[in-house]
Every structure is written in structure tokens, then in C-alpha cells.
């Protein structure tokens, strides 16, 4: 394990015990390791929430990048706003999220950068723009993302098995096929998730 992730694996075990006094509680915990439209490298990702105001915090990083999400849930609708670190370059945006029926879920996630990776500076530019359709089945998740990355386009779908180990731990493992005009491949991505 990279010193970087073991970093980001205190701070988010430092963070859980003290937001967890104040209304919210841990929701979920995730480890990911792979490649995906969602997961890149070795992610650590904590989820906390609020049900007095409906509210959720998502925490995620790996050795490149840390995000939060911070988002209010209002009837079929979850709004959020992100923020985080990419290779030392702040950025920022909105999260919304629209669930019509339980097995139907819509994503649009977008964010302005300060420079460009490696290079932060005064300039707000065009970082990251995702919208996604997710059709969960059983135990069985399909997806279609498309996304701009630093101004290339990009197409993934793919699919996610979900296995329930018990009521609090749940593995999974996903492959997504990545389109876009360089080169095109397989993504393959693992990971385990606990509810308390």
C-alpha cells in the first residue's frame, strides 16, 4: 500500500470520527481497485448522512486525487455540489442525480478547473463533464457513461455484479468498455463495501 492511500485512509478515519458527534453518521465505507468510468487506481471512499436534513457527504481519493461530494436529497432528486484535488489542480462543480423508479438512476456530474493537472493556476477551464444512466437488477448493475476528460470524449458501458456477503459487506466487480478516438479497451475493476 502507497503511503499516499494509508494518508488518505487516516484522513478519512479522522474525519468519520469527528463528523459523527455532529448529526451524521457513516453510511458506507468502499475500497475499489481497478479502472472505470468512477474508479481509477486504489480508491478509498467514506459516506456519511444526515437524516435529519437529508443530507449525504462522499468522500473519495487514491493517490492522484480526493473529492468530496456534499448533497441534499429533495423528493426523486439528489443535489450536490463537488470539489476536490486532481494532481495538485483544484476543481469544483455540480452533482445531481434523479432517480424516476427504484432500478432507474440519471447522473450528471460536471466540474472548472484552476489550470491543468500538474499546473494549477488563476484560469478557470473545462475539467470534467459525465452523464450517466445506471439500470440496477438484482444483483446486477448496467451503465452507460459519457464523459469529457480534459476535453476528450469518451463512451464506457459496462456492467457490475454485486455479491451481498451479509447484511453489512457487499463485493463487487465490473468490467466497462472504454470508446474513445486514441484507443480503445476493457476496464476491469473489483471492490468491497460495509454498511453499518
Do not use: C
Amino acid at each position: 500500500m502507497k503511503t499516499s492511500s494509508i494518508i488518505i485512509l487516516i484522513t478519512a478515519l479522522f474525519i468519520t470520527s469527528n463528523v459523527q458527534g455532529q448529526g451524521w453518521n457513516l453510511s458506507e465505507l468502499a475500497s475499489n481497485v481497478g479502472k472505470g468510468a468512477f474508479i481509477s487506481g486504489f480508491d478509498i471512499s467514506t459516506k456519511f448522512r444526515n437524516q435529519n436534513i437529508g443530507s449525504e457527504l462522499n468522500i473519495t481519493g487514491n493517490h492522484q486525487r480526493i473529492y468530496f461530494i456534499l448533497g441534499k436529497d429533495y423528493m426523486n432528486f439528489h443535489f450536490g455540489i463537488s470539489g476536490g484535488f486532481f494532481k495538485n489542480m483544484p476543481f469544483i462543480g455540480p452533482y445531481i442525480m434523479f432517480y424516476p423508479t427504484s432500478f432507474l438512476t440519471f447522473q450528471h456530474w460536471s466540474s472548472w478547473s484552476a489550470g491543468i493537472p500538474d499546473h494549477p493556476e488563476f484560469d478557470l477551464n473545462d475539467f470534467y463533464s459525465s452523464n450517466s444512466v445506471f439500470i440496477n437488477i438484482k444483483y446486477l448493475t448496467l451503465s452507460f457513461v459519457t464523459m469529457e476528460f480534459l476535453d476528450e470524449w469518451i463512451i464506457l458501458p459496462g456492467l457490475r455484479l454485486n455479491f451481498q456477503l451479509n447484511k453489512k459487506y457487499t463485493v463487487s466487480t465490473g468490467v466497462e468498455y472504454k470508446t474513445q478516438v486514441k484507443k480503445n479497451e476493457p476496464l476491469f475493476s473489483m471492490g468491497i463495501s460495509y454498511k453499518p
